[in-house]
């Protein structure tokens, strides 16, 4: 009877374990770019240059995005036009664009967490987007903190510290990398010239 006792507790102790372990959600990164010398023509300019680029958070098959709206340059908090909204997959062409996507584990609290924060986010936005406020960046570290994952800032350091995605997109990946996380990059094409991530800014 004892061994039996032992056995089941063995059991859940496992089960549990995996399932609390089993929870992963990707950072994706896309990183910003202007035409190549001599591909004007064939390349259009993308929002933000070459300091652009956009970061979302993908968790259970649904893309949350912090996105503008029709006057993006000052926040109208009371009636926002730009905010959150969820996405089935990624928008940008992961075949010939710049990007890298962070695999992150978390546990099923921090993963239902999120999920509440997507329904939540997507349904009423807390905050506007605006060029000088709360953009993608600023936007996805708030919700990242928000389950634990990074310390929660208020929104005026945030947007400081976090002003456009390779800011953050620095931080993530020596975050990964100190943790040993999953990180996987693609090339852009060459029509393009694309971020780097070297340098501080």
Same mark, same amino acid.
């Given at each position: ?5 032992? *056995? ?16 992963? /959600? &990707?950072?994706? *990164? ?31 098959? @649904? ?11 000052? +926040?109208?908090?009371?009636? +926002?036009?730009?905010? *959150?909204?969820?996405?089935?997959? /990624? ?6 664009? =710049?990007?890298? %996507? ?8 921090? *993963?239902?967490?999120?999920? &509440? ?6 349904? !009423?936005? +807390? ?7 709360? @953009?993608? %960046? ?30 953050? @997109?620095? !931080? ?19 029509? @393009? =010239? ?8």
């Amino acid at each position: 009877m004892r061994v039996i006792a032992i *056995f089941i507790s063995l059991f859940s102790f496992s089960f549990c374990f995996a399932n609390d372990s089993t929870y992963t /959600i &990707k950072i994706n *990164f896309l990183y910003g770019s202007r035409p190549a010398k001599g591909y004007h023509e064939q390349e259009s300019k993308r929002f933000g240059g070459i300091k652009g680029g956009h970061v979302n958070i993908e968790a259970g098959g @649904r893309v949350l995005d912090f996105r503008p709206g029709n006057n993006p340059l000052l +926040p109208n908090n009371k009636k +926002p036009s730009g905010g *959150f909204s969820i996405n089935d997959s /990624i928008y940008w062409n992961s075949q010939t664009d =710049k990007w890298t %996507a962070v695999i992150v584990p978390v546990s099923q609290e921090q *993963f239902m967490t999120l999920q &509440k924060l997507i329904d939540s986010f997507a349904a !009423k936005t +807390p905050y506007d987007y605006a060029i000088f406020g709360m @953009r993608c %960046a600023a936007a996805s570290y708030d919700v990242l903190s928000k389950i634990g994952l990074f310390k929660e800032y208020p929104n005026p350091k945030n947007v400081a510290t976090h002003f456009y995605p390779k800011l953050l @997109r620095k !931080k993530v990946l020596k975050w990964a990398e100190d943790n040993n996380y999953s990180i996987i990059s693609h090339d852009g094409r060459s029509t @393009r =010239k694309w971020e780097s991530d070297k340098g501080l800014l």
